[in-house]
Protein backbone atom coordinates (compact mmCIF):
# COMPACT_ATOMS: atom_id res chain seq x y z
CA UNK A 1 0.00 0.00 0.00
CA UNK A 2 0.91 3.48 -1.38
CA UNK A 3 2.02 6.23 1.94
CA UNK A 4 -1.45 8.39 1.67
CA UNK A 5 -2.23 11.89 3.88
CA UNK A 6 -4.70 13.88 3.85
CA UNK A 7 -3.34 17.38 2.09
CA UNK A 8 -4.55 20.69 4.00
CA UNK A 9 -4.55 22.26 0.64
CA UNK A 10 -6.72 19.90 -1.31
CA UNK A 11 -8.96 18.96 1.36
CA UNK A 12 -8.37 15.21 0.25
CA UNK A 13 -6.47 12.48 0.83
CA UNK A 14 -3.58 11.67 -1.32
CA UNK A 15 -1.23 9.29 -2.53
CA UNK A 16 2.49 10.48 -1.29
CA UNK A 17 4.49 11.30 -4.70
CA UNK A 18 7.54 13.10 -3.35
CA UNK A 19 9.52 15.73 -5.32
CA UNK A 20 12.79 13.12 -5.69
CA UNK A 21 12.41 9.82 -5.80
CA UNK A 22 13.51 7.72 -2.72
CA UNK A 23 13.54 11.31 -0.96
CA UNK A 24 11.15 13.16 1.35
CA UNK A 25 12.14 16.66 2.52
CA UNK A 26 9.81 17.67 5.64
CA UNK A 27 9.73 21.22 6.90
CA UNK A 28 7.43 21.79 10.58
CA UNK A 29 6.86 25.39 11.82
CA UNK A 30 8.53 25.12 15.40
CA UNK A 31 7.61 27.00 18.14
CA UNK A 32 8.29 30.98 19.40
CA UNK A 33 10.43 30.33 21.96
CA UNK A 34 8.93 32.92 24.78
CA UNK A 35 7.76 30.62 27.66
CA UNK A 36 8.32 27.15 29.15
CA UNK A 37 6.55 24.06 26.67
CA UNK A 38 3.02 23.13 27.32
CA UNK A 39 1.20 19.71 26.32
CA UNK A 40 0.07 21.45 23.41
CA UNK A 41 3.27 22.87 22.03
CA UNK A 42 4.82 19.49 21.97
CA UNK A 43 2.15 17.36 20.57
CA UNK A 44 3.45 18.61 17.19
CA UNK A 45 6.78 17.59 18.23
CA UNK A 46 5.55 14.30 18.47
CA UNK A 47 3.15 13.42 15.59
CA UNK A 48 6.19 14.93 13.16
CA UNK A 49 8.51 12.72 14.79
CA UNK A 50 6.28 10.21 14.06
CA UNK A 51 6.13 10.51 10.38
CA UNK A 52 9.57 10.98 9.85
CA UNK A 53 10.31 7.67 12.12
CA UNK A 54 7.44 6.15 9.60
CA UNK A 55 9.28 7.78 6.78
CA UNK A 56 12.47 6.49 7.43
CA UNK A 57 11.04 2.69 8.06
CA UNK A 58 9.16 2.90 4.41
CA UNK A 59 12.66 3.45 2.86
CA UNK A 60 12.69 7.72 2.48
CA UNK A 61 15.76 9.13 2.81
CA UNK A 62 14.18 11.98 4.82
CA UNK A 63 15.97 15.64 5.57
CA UNK A 64 13.72 16.89 8.56
CA UNK A 65 13.81 21.10 9.11
CA UNK A 66 12.13 22.09 12.69
CA UNK A 67 12.51 25.96 12.90
CA UNK A 68 12.84 28.10 16.02
CA UNK A 69 11.39 31.28 15.84
CA UNK A 70 13.77 34.02 18.30
CA UNK A 71 12.83 37.09 17.25
CA UNK A 72 9.36 37.91 17.58
CA UNK A 73 6.66 41.03 18.90
CA UNK A 74 5.95 38.61 21.54
CA UNK A 75 9.18 37.90 22.95
CA UNK A 76 9.91 41.62 23.00
CA UNK A 77 7.08 42.33 25.07
CA UNK A 78 7.91 39.19 27.49
CA UNK A 79 11.12 40.03 27.74
CA UNK A 80 10.69 43.70 28.66
CA UNK A 81 7.57 42.92 31.47
CA UNK A 82 10.73 40.71 32.77
CA UNK A 83 13.49 43.56 32.69
CA UNK A 84 15.84 41.11 30.47
CA UNK A 85 17.34 40.83 27.52
CA UNK A 86 14.88 39.41 24.44
CA UNK A 87 17.91 37.06 23.33
CA UNK A 88 18.36 35.79 26.70
CA UNK A 89 14.62 34.99 27.68
CA UNK A 90 14.68 33.14 23.49
CA UNK A 91 17.93 31.18 24.81
CA UNK A 92 16.65 30.11 28.34
CA UNK A 93 13.06 28.66 26.71
CA UNK A 94 14.95 27.58 23.83
CA UNK A 95 16.50 25.51 25.87
CA UNK A 96 13.49 24.45 27.70
CA UNK A 97 12.15 23.29 24.93
CA UNK A 98 15.20 21.08 24.01
CA UNK A 99 15.05 19.44 27.66
CA UNK A 100 11.26 18.66 26.72
CA UNK A 101 11.59 17.02 23.19
CA UNK A 102 14.31 15.15 24.74
CA UNK A 103 11.80 13.92 28.05
CA UNK A 104 9.51 12.68 25.23
CA UNK A 105 12.01 11.18 23.28
CA UNK A 106 11.64 13.55 19.90
CA UNK A 107 14.45 12.94 17.84
CA UNK A 108 16.21 16.04 16.57
CA UNK A 109 15.54 17.22 13.06
CA UNK A 110 17.75 16.97 10.66
CA UNK A 111 18.44 20.97 10.92
CA UNK A 112 16.95 23.24 13.38
CA UNK A 113 17.75 27.13 11.79
CA UNK A 114 17.01 29.89 14.16
CA UNK A 115 15.43 33.15 12.72
CA UNK A 116 18.12 35.41 13.72
CA UNK A 117 20.54 33.52 11.91
CA UNK A 118 18.89 33.81 8.48
CA UNK A 119 17.83 37.68 8.30
CA UNK A 120 20.28 37.50 5.03
CA UNK A 121 18.02 35.26 3.31
CA UNK A 122 14.58 36.76 4.50
CA UNK A 123 16.40 40.27 3.09
CA UNK A 124 17.18 38.52 -0.24
CA UNK A 125 13.23 36.99 -0.24
CA UNK A 126 11.88 40.65 0.17
CA UNK A 127 14.07 42.15 -2.25
CA UNK A 128 12.87 39.50 -5.08
CA UNK A 129 9.05 40.32 -4.04
CA UNK A 130 9.22 43.85 -3.86
CA UNK A 131 11.13 43.32 -7.81
CA UNK A 132 8.47 41.76 -8.87
CA UNK A 133 5.89 44.14 -7.71
CA UNK A 134 4.29 41.66 -4.77
CA UNK A 135 6.10 43.85 -2.16
CA UNK A 136 6.13 47.32 -1.41
CA UNK A 137 7.85 49.47 1.50
CA UNK A 138 5.56 51.56 3.89
CA UNK A 139 5.11 55.50 2.75
CA UNK A 140 4.61 56.22 6.49
CA UNK A 141 8.41 56.37 7.16
CA UNK A 142 7.82 53.29 9.41
CA UNK A 143 10.59 51.28 7.95
CA UNK A 144 7.77 48.39 7.07
CA UNK A 145 7.65 46.30 4.03
CA UNK A 146 4.27 44.96 3.72
CA UNK A 147 3.14 42.23 0.74
CA UNK A 148 0.75 42.80 -1.06
CA UNK A 149 -2.42 40.26 -1.44
CA UNK A 150 -4.09 41.91 -4.20
CA UNK A 151 -1.08 41.59 -5.97
CA UNK A 152 -1.22 37.59 -5.84
CA UNK A 153 -4.52 36.13 -7.44
CA UNK A 154 -4.01 32.87 -5.37
CA UNK A 155 -4.05 34.65 -1.75
CA UNK A 156 -6.51 32.39 -0.21
CA UNK A 157 -5.68 28.95 -1.69
CA UNK A 158 -4.92 27.10 1.04
CA UNK A 159 -6.98 27.57 3.04
CA UNK A 160 -9.73 27.85 0.94
CA UNK A 161 -10.77 31.51 1.58
CA UNK A 162 -11.69 35.08 -0.47
CA UNK A 163 -9.65 38.42 0.56
CA UNK A 164 -12.88 40.06 1.02
CA UNK A 165 -13.88 37.85 3.86
CA UNK A 166 -10.54 37.69 6.07
CA UNK A 167 -9.48 39.77 8.76
CA UNK A 168 -7.16 42.58 8.49
CA UNK A 169 -3.48 41.55 9.26
CA UNK A 170 -2.68 42.74 12.77
CA UNK A 171 1.20 42.58 12.89
CA UNK A 172 1.42 45.98 12.22
CA UNK A 173 0.06 50.09 12.01
CA UNK A 174 -2.56 49.65 8.77
CA UNK A 175 -2.00 53.09 8.11
CA UNK A 176 1.05 52.49 6.15
CA UNK A 177 -1.25 49.48 4.59
CA UNK A 178 -2.66 49.62 0.78
CA UNK A 179 -5.19 47.19 2.42
CA UNK A 180 -5.83 45.38 5.59
CA UNK A 181 -4.78 42.54 4.57
CA UNK A 182 -1.29 43.20 3.73
CA UNK A 183 0.81 41.33 5.65
CA UNK A 184 4.25 42.84 7.23
CA UNK A 185 7.62 41.17 5.54
CA UNK A 186 10.24 43.41 7.45
CA UNK A 187 9.46 45.64 10.34
CA UNK A 188 10.68 48.91 10.52
CA UNK A 189 12.81 49.62 14.09
CA UNK A 190 11.19 51.50 17.17
CA UNK A 191 13.78 53.34 18.59
CA UNK A 192 11.68 54.41 21.33
CA UNK A 193 10.43 51.33 22.27
CA UNK A 194 12.30 48.58 21.36
CA UNK A 195 15.52 47.53 21.94
CA UNK A 196 18.91 48.45 19.42
CA UNK A 197 20.01 44.42 19.28
CA UNK A 198 16.65 43.87 18.32
CA UNK A 199 17.28 45.64 14.24
CA UNK A 200 19.21 44.27 11.64
CA UNK A 201 20.63 46.97 9.09
CA UNK A 202 18.49 46.34 5.61
CA UNK A 203 17.45 48.31 2.08
CA UNK A 204 14.65 49.65 4.06
CA UNK A 205 16.74 50.59 7.26
CA UNK A 206 17.22 48.84 10.57
CA UNK A 207 14.63 46.53 11.49
CA UNK A 208 13.75 43.07 12.12
CA UNK A 209 11.62 40.34 9.51
CA UNK A 210 8.33 39.76 9.99
CA UNK A 211 6.96 36.08 11.40
CA UNK A 212 6.00 34.60 8.03
CA UNK A 213 8.80 35.36 5.63
CA UNK A 214 11.16 33.71 8.57
CA UNK A 215 9.73 30.45 7.70
CA UNK A 216 9.58 30.59 3.62
CA UNK A 217 13.43 31.56 3.76
CA UNK A 218 14.41 28.98 5.78
CA UNK A 219 12.76 26.04 3.90
CA UNK A 220 14.07 27.13 0.77
CA UNK A 221 17.71 27.23 2.14
CA UNK A 222 17.50 23.62 3.45
CA UNK A 223 15.02 22.28 1.64
CA UNK A 224 15.20 24.04 -1.89
CA UNK A 225 13.05 25.90 -4.06
CA UNK A 226 9.75 22.78 -4.03
CA UNK A 227 9.87 19.86 -1.33
CA UNK A 228 7.39 17.78 0.08
CA UNK A 229 5.49 18.08 3.45
CA UNK A 230 5.23 21.05 5.48
CA UNK A 231 3.92 20.71 8.65
CA UNK A 232 2.68 22.74 12.05
CA UNK A 233 -0.47 22.99 14.34
CA UNK A 234 -4.08 23.37 12.87
CA UNK A 235 -4.14 27.22 14.46
CA UNK A 236 -1.13 27.76 11.81
CA UNK A 237 -3.14 27.40 8.64
CA UNK A 238 -4.01 30.96 8.24
CA UNK A 239 -2.49 33.23 8.63
CA UNK A 240 0.89 31.72 9.11
CA UNK A 241 1.02 28.88 6.53
CA UNK A 242 -1.56 30.83 4.03
CA UNK A 243 0.96 34.03 4.10
CA UNK A 244 4.16 31.39 3.56
CA UNK A 245 2.91 29.66 0.59
CA UNK A 246 1.69 33.24 -1.23
CA UNK A 247 4.84 35.10 -0.74
CA UNK A 248 6.93 31.65 -1.54
CA UNK A 249 4.88 31.28 -4.72
CA UNK A 250 4.64 34.52 -5.98
CA UNK A 251 8.48 34.91 -5.79
CA UNK A 252 8.51 32.06 -7.96
CA UNK A 253 9.07 28.97 -5.37
CA UNK A 254 7.11 26.23 -5.52
CA UNK A 255 7.32 25.85 -1.96
CA UNK A 256 5.40 22.60 -0.77
CA UNK A 257 3.54 19.80 -2.47
CA UNK A 258 1.38 18.81 0.87
CA UNK A 259 0.39 20.41 4.05
CA UNK A 260 -0.07 18.85 7.10
CA UNK A 261 -1.78 20.24 10.04
CA UNK A 262 -2.15 18.36 13.56
CA UNK A 263 -4.82 19.47 15.94
CA UNK A 264 -5.35 21.06 19.17
CA UNK A 265 -5.33 19.37 22.59
CA UNK A 266 -7.87 21.54 24.12
CA UNK A 267 -8.88 22.23 28.13
CA UNK A 268 -12.74 22.56 28.85
CA UNK A 269 -13.21 22.48 25.11
CA UNK A 270 -10.52 25.47 24.78
CA UNK A 271 -7.24 25.51 22.75
CA UNK A 272 -4.35 25.23 25.45
CA UNK A 273 -2.86 28.30 25.50
CA UNK A 274 -0.78 30.43 27.62
CA UNK A 275 -3.22 33.37 26.98
CA UNK A 276 -6.21 31.09 28.32
CA UNK A 277 -4.28 30.15 31.32
CA UNK A 278 -4.81 26.72 30.83
CA UNK A 279 -1.40 25.85 29.97
CA UNK A 280 0.18 22.63 31.44
CA UNK A 281 3.92 22.64 31.55
CA UNK A 282 5.66 19.81 30.42
CA UNK A 283 7.56 19.48 33.53
CA UNK A 284 4.85 19.97 35.74
CA UNK A 285 3.08 17.21 33.66
CA UNK A 286 6.23 15.00 34.16
CA UNK A 287 5.99 15.37 38.30
CA UNK A 288 3.72 12.80 37.97
CA UNK A 289 3.70 10.85 34.67
CA UNK A 290 6.97 9.53 33.11
CA UNK A 291 7.68 10.98 29.75
CA UNK A 292 6.92 7.75 27.51
CA UNK A 293 3.24 7.88 29.18
CA UNK A 294 2.76 11.39 28.37
CA UNK A 295 4.25 10.61 24.69
CA UNK A 296 2.06 7.11 24.06
CA UNK A 297 -1.08 9.39 25.04
CA UNK A 298 -0.43 11.55 22.40
CA UNK A 299 0.11 8.97 19.91
CA UNK A 300 -2.70 7.07 20.33
CA UNK A 301 -4.93 9.63 19.28
CA UNK A 302 -4.69 10.39 15.21
CA UNK A 303 -2.72 13.62 14.69
CA UNK A 304 -6.19 15.27 13.18
CA UNK A 305 -7.96 14.58 15.80
CA UNK A 306 -8.49 16.98 19.04
CA UNK A 307 -7.90 15.70 22.06
CA UNK A 308 -9.61 17.11 25.54
CA UNK A 309 -7.25 16.84 28.00
CA UNK A 310 -7.18 15.38 31.54
CA UNK A 311 -4.97 13.79 34.41
CA UNK A 312 -7.89 11.15 34.51
CA UNK A 313 -7.06 10.38 30.49
CA UNK A 314 -3.52 10.57 31.02
CA UNK A 315 -3.62 7.90 34.02
CA UNK A 316 -6.16 5.49 31.87
CA UNK A 317 -3.48 5.72 28.97
CA UNK A 318 -0.60 5.31 30.93
CA UNK A 319 -2.17 1.84 32.43
CA UNK A 320 -2.85 0.86 29.07
CA UNK A 321 0.94 1.39 28.16
CA UNK A 322 1.60 -0.27 31.54
CA UNK A 323 0.20 -3.73 29.86
CA UNK A 324 2.93 -3.53 27.26
CA UNK A 325 5.27 -2.91 28.99
CA UNK A 326 4.43 -5.54 31.52
CA UNK A 327 4.39 -8.21 28.43
CA UNK A 328 7.77 -7.21 27.40
CA UNK A 329 9.20 -7.98 31.11
CA UNK A 330 7.80 -11.02 31.54
CA UNK A 331 8.35 -12.54 27.81
CA UNK A 332 11.78 -11.33 27.48
CA UNK A 333 12.89 -13.23 30.91
CA UNK A 334 11.15 -16.33 29.11
CA UNK A 335 12.78 -15.81 25.34
CA UNK A 336 16.19 -13.90 26.36
CA UNK A 337 17.05 -10.47 26.19
CA UNK A 338 19.87 -11.49 23.64
CA UNK A 339 17.75 -13.20 21.81
CA UNK A 340 15.28 -10.91 21.28
CA UNK A 341 17.87 -8.17 19.91
CA UNK A 342 19.23 -10.54 17.59
CA UNK A 343 15.98 -11.11 16.08
CA UNK A 344 15.57 -7.29 16.05
CA UNK A 345 18.61 -6.92 14.19
CA UNK A 346 17.99 -9.57 11.69
CA UNK A 347 15.59 -7.27 9.85
CA UNK A 348 12.51 -8.69 10.26
CA UNK A 349 9.08 -7.13 8.24
CA UNK A 350 6.41 -5.40 10.18
CA UNK A 351 2.90 -6.62 10.59
CA UNK A 352 0.48 -5.78 7.53
CA UNK A 353 -1.62 -4.85 9.88
CA UNK A 354 0.29 -2.25 11.41
CA UNK A 355 1.82 -1.15 7.99
CA UNK A 356 -1.74 -0.62 6.28
CA UNK A 357 -2.81 1.25 9.07
CA UNK A 358 0.17 3.79 9.37
CA UNK A 359 0.09 4.08 5.60
CA UNK A 360 -3.61 5.31 5.68
CA UNK A 361 -2.16 8.97 7.04
CA UNK A 362 -0.30 8.31 9.79
CA UNK A 363 -3.47 6.10 11.44
CA UNK A 364 -1.91 5.73 14.54
CA UNK A 365 -4.96 4.49 16.99
CA UNK A 366 -5.29 1.71 14.30
CA UNK A 367 -1.55 0.76 14.58
CA UNK A 368 -1.94 1.15 17.93
CA UNK A 369 -5.07 -1.16 18.11
CA UNK A 370 -2.64 -3.79 16.19
CA UNK A 371 0.25 -3.24 18.96
CA UNK A 372 -2.57 -4.35 21.92
CA UNK A 373 -3.47 -7.35 19.79
CA UNK A 374 -0.52 -8.61 19.36
CA UNK A 375 0.23 -7.99 23.33
CA UNK A 376 -2.85 -9.65 24.12
CA UNK A 377 -2.00 -12.97 21.60
CA UNK A 378 1.74 -13.10 23.65
CA UNK A 379 0.04 -12.93 26.91
CA UNK A 380 -2.27 -15.99 25.38
CA UNK A 381 1.09 -18.04 24.67
CA UNK A 382 3.10 -17.08 27.99
CA UNK A 383 -0.46 -18.66 30.02
CA UNK A 384 -0.02 -21.71 28.02
CA UNK A 385 2.34 -24.84 28.17
CA UNK A 386 4.35 -23.36 25.00
CA UNK A 387 6.53 -20.45 24.40
CA UNK A 388 5.84 -21.14 20.67
CA UNK A 389 6.16 -18.04 19.01
CA UNK A 390 6.69 -15.67 21.51
CA UNK A 391 9.87 -14.63 20.30
CA UNK A 392 7.98 -13.04 17.18
CA UNK A 393 5.43 -11.70 19.66
CA UNK A 394 8.44 -10.07 21.41
CA UNK A 395 9.89 -8.70 18.24
CA UNK A 396 6.90 -7.45 17.12
CA UNK A 397 5.85 -5.56 19.53
CA UNK A 398 9.28 -3.80 19.76
CA UNK A 399 9.07 -3.02 15.96
CA UNK A 400 6.11 -1.10 16.90
CA UNK A 401 7.16 0.79 19.18
CA UNK A 402 10.12 1.81 17.61
CA UNK A 403 8.32 3.56 15.17
CA UNK A 404 5.94 5.14 17.30
CA UNK A 405 9.01 6.45 19.46
CA UNK A 406 7.55 4.40 22.73
CA UNK A 407 10.18 1.61 22.98
CA UNK A 408 11.26 1.48 26.57
CA UNK A 409 14.60 -0.02 25.59
CA UNK A 410 15.42 2.97 23.19
CA UNK A 411 18.63 4.57 24.78
CA UNK A 412 17.34 7.95 23.76
CA UNK A 413 14.69 7.78 26.65
CA UNK A 414 16.33 10.00 29.26
CA UNK A 415 18.77 7.69 31.01
CA UNK A 416 17.11 7.91 34.65
CA UNK A 417 14.12 6.63 33.24
CA UNK A 418 16.07 3.89 32.29
CA UNK A 419 17.73 2.76 35.02
CA UNK A 420 16.16 5.09 38.01
CA UNK A 421 17.68 4.22 41.22
CA UNK A 422 18.80 0.43 41.24
CA UNK A 423 19.39 0.54 45.13
CA UNK A 424 16.12 1.76 46.08
CA UNK A 425 13.99 -0.50 43.47
CA UNK A 426 15.98 -3.81 44.64
CA UNK A 427 14.89 -2.42 48.34
CA UNK A 428 11.07 -1.60 47.06
CA UNK A 429 11.14 -5.60 45.50
CA UNK A 430 12.30 -7.26 48.27
CA UNK A 431 9.34 -5.35 50.77
CA UNK A 432 6.88 -5.87 48.45
CA UNK A 433 7.97 -9.69 47.94
CA UNK A 434 7.39 -9.82 51.38
CA UNK A 435 3.94 -8.86 51.35
CA UNK A 436 3.33 -11.12 48.50
CA UNK A 437 4.92 -13.91 50.26
CA UNK A 438 2.35 -12.73 53.15
CA UNK A 439 -1.00 -12.72 50.54
CA UNK A 440 -0.18 -16.12 49.52
CA UNK A 441 0.45 -17.67 52.71
CA UNK A 442 -3.46 -16.34 53.96
CA UNK A 443 -4.93 -17.70 50.63
CA UNK A 444 -3.16 -21.19 50.94
CA UNK A 445 -4.73 -21.17 54.72
CA UNK A 446 -8.28 -19.85 52.51
CA UNK A 447 -7.63 -16.53 54.95
CA UNK A 448 -8.94 -14.20 51.86
CA UNK A 449 -9.75 -11.51 53.67
CA UNK A 450 -6.41 -10.65 55.08
CA UNK A 451 -5.42 -11.35 51.35
CA UNK A 452 -7.63 -8.89 50.15
CA UNK A 453 -6.05 -6.55 53.37
CA UNK A 454 -2.40 -7.23 52.22
CA UNK A 455 -3.42 -6.62 48.56
CA UNK A 456 -4.94 -3.12 49.08
CA UNK A 457 -2.33 -2.05 51.48
CA UNK A 458 -0.39 -2.50 48.16
CA UNK A 459 -2.27 -1.19 46.47
CA UNK A 460 -2.72 2.18 48.48
CA UNK A 461 1.11 2.48 47.81
CA UNK A 462 0.86 3.01 44.34
CA UNK A 463 1.92 -0.60 43.34
CA UNK A 464 -0.34 -2.62 40.97
CA UNK A 465 -0.48 -6.54 41.45
CA UNK A 466 -0.43 -8.76 38.60
CA UNK A 467 -1.17 -12.59 39.13
CA UNK A 468 0.23 -14.45 36.36
CA UNK A 469 1.09 -17.99 35.75
CA UNK A 470 4.71 -17.53 36.98
CA UNK A 471 3.39 -15.66 40.27
CA UNK A 472 2.24 -12.19 41.05
CA UNK A 473 4.25 -9.92 39.59
CA UNK A 474 4.14 -6.04 41.15
CA UNK A 475 4.36 -2.94 39.01
CA UNK A 476 4.43 0.91 40.23
CA UNK A 477 0.86 2.35 39.40
CA UNK A 478 0.05 5.01 36.53
CA UNK A 479 0.83 7.94 37.53
CA UNK A 480 3.58 7.03 40.60
CA UNK A 481 5.99 9.63 40.99
Not at 165 to 191: C, V
Not at 361 to 387: K, Y
Request: hydrophobic fraction near 40%; include cysteine.
Amino acid sequence: MTFRLYDTATREVRDFVPVEEGKAGLYVCGLTVQSEPHIGHVRSGVNFDVLQRWLRVTGYDVTFIRNVTDIDDKILVKAADQGRPWYNLAYEMHRELDKAYAALNVAPPTYEPAATGHVPEMIELISELTAKGHAYAAEDGSGDVYFDVRSWPEYGQLTHQKIEDMEPAEDADPRGKRDPRDFALWKGWKKSTEPETAAWPSPWGPGRPGWHIECSAMASKYLGSAFDIHGGGVDLRFPHHENEQAQSRAAGHPFASYWMHNAWITTAGEKMSKSLGNSLTIPAVLQRFRGIELRYYLVAAHYRSHVEFSFEALEESAVGFGRVERFLERATAVVGATEVESALRGGRTLLAGFVAAMDDDLGTPAAVAVLHDQVREGNRILAGESAEDLLDHVVQVRMMLDVLGLDPHDPAWPTVENAGDARLTTAVDALVRGLLDQRAEARANKDFAAADAIRDRIKAAGIEIEDTPTGPQWSLGAGTP
